[in-house]
Each structure stands twice: as C-alpha cells, then as structure tokens.
C-alpha cells in the first residue's frame, strides 16, 4: 500500500491508492487477517530489564485481530482486569483478573480531580512511599494505547508491604501536594488544594453475563473505501 495520494498527484495515482484498498477490504471480506493471525502476546516484568512471555499461561494468547485494551479494575477487588476490542469476532472481550497475587499483596487506588489543573488531573503524577522505603509512582494520561483510553483511577501496588508512609500528587504544572489519611487496600478521592484523601465506597457490582456476539454487517458500498 502507498502513501495516501495528495493533490498534487495524477489521477492515475489516486485511483491506484483507492484499488489498492478495496483490494485489502475484499481480502478482510473473506477472512483474511492484519496480522498474519499472529497472536496476542502478553509479557510479565521480572522486575529489573527483563520480561517473561506468559502469553498462553494468562489465557491472553488470543488469536483475534486485536485492535485496543483497556485496563480498569472492573471487581474491584485490587487488581486489574481487562477490556479487549478487535476487529474480528468477538468484537469485545472481558478479561477478569483471577490470579492470586504475590504473597497476599494489596494495592491502593486514587481517582484526581484538579481544581487549578484540569478538572480530570491528566498529566498529573501520583508518589506513593512504602514504609520500607520504596516508592511507587504513576502517571494519569489522557490516551495509553492504540484506539484506546483506560480508566482514569491510578492504581498502585504495593506488594506485601501494607503500610503506606506517605502520598503526595505532583500536579501539571510542577506544583507538589502531600496527602493524608491513605491506608492500604482503599479507594480514594485527591482533590487538588485539599491536601485529605477522601475514602470512596466501592460502586454496586456490575454483573456481565458471557453472551454471543453477532458477526459484523456487511458494509454498504459507500463505506468500504
């Protein structure tokens, strides 16, 4: 496939540009695959530079055309599950965290809200001292893949260590707030200027049952180009 053609090219070249792609669609019409029907691949960190592939031990090895992900606690039960959209059937898939984590370990989850910063806090940073010593950090962003946004709630894990010794935001813009009140295992509201974590209760479960999903309409001709 060639760069798309601009308006300085012949006619010739465009007309090639948009056979070329009615080409690949007709081929995706009968099945074809993106990605060679490649598999999903999942990869575990080991903690330094160096990753173990648990593609087929974690169930993720699909071999769908995987188009986006998204990682929310959707149990919240502490880990992280996860959504997966592709371009083929199942257009959609949850993914229920079950594994047990190492050694009992919990996790401690933050929803931002700015009030000088944007109101969603994207760009802020969350810094989470362990009472060992240790620090954990994460980034809220705005987009975190390919077609994809992943809920807004920071989650951070803390391992086995169950006390935290402090928690402090760093806002966009550099501007630095501790906050107190943060236990282990909760859930919490920061609001910038507050400087109090504020304890949320967990949301009523939503329950999903596993149903079939109907294949894709085919595509009027207007819209396959």
Request: glycine share 12%.
């Amino acid at each position: 496939m060639s760069r798309s053609p601009d308006v300085e090219r012949s006619s010739d070249a465009r007309e090639a540009y948009v056979a070329g792609w009615q080409a690949i669609l007709e081929l995706l019409r009968q099945g074809r695959s993106w990605s060679g029907h490649e598999r999903n691949c999942a990869f575990l960190s080991c903690g330094g530079e160096t990753f173990a592939d648990v593609s087929a031990a974690s169930g993720l090895d699909f071999a769908d055309d995987g188009r986006a992900l998204a990682v929310v606690d959707w149990d919240q039960d502490g880990d992280l599950d996860l959504w997966l959209h592709n371009r083929t059937g199942p257009r959609l898939r949850l993914m229920i965290n079950r594994s047990e984590r190492y050694g009992g370990g919990r996790s401690v989850a933050f929803r931002l809200q700015g009030t000088r910063v944007n109101r969603d806090a994207i760009g802020a940073r969350v810094e989470v001292e362990l009472a060992d010593g240790r620090r954990r950090i994460e980034t809220l962003y705005a987009g975190d893949g390919f077609l994809s946004q992943s809920s807004k709630w920071l989650h951070v894990g803390l391992g086995r260590e169950d006390r935290i010794e402090s928690v402090a935001v760093r806002w966009p813009g550099g501007r630095r707030e501790s906050f107190a009140g943060v236990e282990a295992g909760g859930r919490y509201r920061l609001v910038e200027g507050e400087g109090i974590a504020r304890p949320l209760p967990p949301r009523a479960p939503v329950r999903l049952a596993a149903a079939p999903q109907e294949p894709a309409r085919e595509p009027a001709a207007a819209e396959r180009l």
